[in-house]
């Protein structure tokens, strides 16, 4: 109202204070009409009210630590300090030992959206199964980023994925079964039921009627390594020439002693013939001396073998009265 006489009149726009955080408002006053007067074009003004709440921060929460590898799902929630007036959105880095985009697990949404008006979002890390024996694994889940809104210091959450898959068996094989004595190499392979995600390490003990070590053959390796993604591993026997009769073949029996991230499959036992090739020796009779006294001369009789033997050689004498 404008009094006769006078030229101006006002009236007031307050703010009215609040605790949201909140994008800077405006107030626009147009003339609706004049009474006793005339609106000079078009009146229109803005008062800007400027807002001073500090943005809300961010907690992050999950509802389990562990969820199994058949599907399990977890929850994770992003909470705010207080209402605002604007939709927050809270950014996500996954990290841990799990692959994600749907190798160990799927990831929602990267990003939370938490509306005008509310205090939490979530997004949800759901589990996917495998067929591979493995530790259990980690999904961690860090805040890289907040759109109208800050973190709430450092603000990490962890996922386990509990792994449920047993164990791969170990079979052991050799190629081939009998070698020769002459430096011959037989092949024994570890080979397990299924694909690991874990090294498997067969470790073996070695028996039989030849002797190790390098005696009568040398073994490259007691254990067999079996690499991560892999299904076999191997090691070598590998016999030793000597220039011995022995008469018979003589055997190495390889068994497993232990596996780690694995089992035996049942109880397997591989047996290698080493085949003998010497010559059987020669034998030469001698005495010493070859003429004695009739009373109680004594002479020496040797049979001398022409190489040395691994068995016991017997020499049958006969003697004639000449």
């Known amino acids: 109202t404008i009094p006769a006489g006078q030229t101006t009149g006002t009236t007031t ?4 204070q609040d605790a949201l955080d909140e994008v800077n408002e405006t107030v626009i006053l147009d003339i609706t009409g004049v009474t006793n007067g005339l609106e000079n074009g078009t009146q229109q ?12 921060s961010v907690l992050l929460s999950i509802n389990t630590v562990n969820i199994a590898e058949a599907a399990g799902v977890g929850t994770v929630t992003a909470t705010l300090s207080a209402v605002s007036g604007q939709t927050v959105t809270v950014t996500l880095a996954a990290s841990g030992t799990a692959t994600g985009a749907g ?12 509306p005008a008006g509310q205090t939490t979002g979530t997004t ?5 199964q495998d067929v591979l024996d493995e530790v259990d694994e980690t999904v961690i889940l860090d805040i890289s980023g907040v759109a109208n809104g800050t973190e709430n210091g450092t603000q990490q959450v962890t996922f386990n994925i509990t792994d449920d898959d047993n164990p791969p068996a170990v079979n052991l ?14 092949t024994v392979t570890a080979t397990l039921s299924a694909i690991s995600s874990q090294t498997v390490t067969v470790t073996l003990t070695a028996s039989g009627t030849a002797t190790g070590g390098g005696t009568d053959y040398t073994l490259a ?25 022995e008469g018979n073949d003589e055997t190495v029996i390889l068994d497993i002693t232990g596996v780690t991230n694995g089992t035996e499959n049942g109880m397997q036992q591989q047996t290698i013939t080493i085949t003998d090739d010497d010559t059987i020796p020669d034998v030469t009779l001698s005495v010493s ?21 691994g068995q016991a050689v017997t020499v049958a004498i006969s003697s004639t009265q000449g």
Request: net charge negative; proline share 5%; hydrophobic share 40%.
């Open 289 to 309: 001396p070859s003429s004695i006294a009739e009373a109680a001369g004594v002479s020496t009789v040797t049979a001398t073998l022409s190489a040395v033997s």
């Open 124 to 128: 949800t890390v759901t589990a996917v």
């Open 173 to 186: 094989s050799i190629s081939p079964t009998s070698i020769a004595e002459a430096a011959g190499t037989s």
């Open 221 to 245: 390796s007691s254990t067999i390594t079996i690499p991560t993604g892999q299904t076999t591993g191997t090691t070598t026997v590998t016999a030793v020439q000597d220039v011995l009769v």
């Open 45 to 56: 003004q803005t008062i800007t009210i400027t807002d001073d709440d500090d943005p809300p």
């Open 13 to 16: 726009v307050t703010a009215v």
């Open 103 to 114: 190798t160990d697990y799927t990831l929602a949404s990267s990003t939370i959206t938490i």
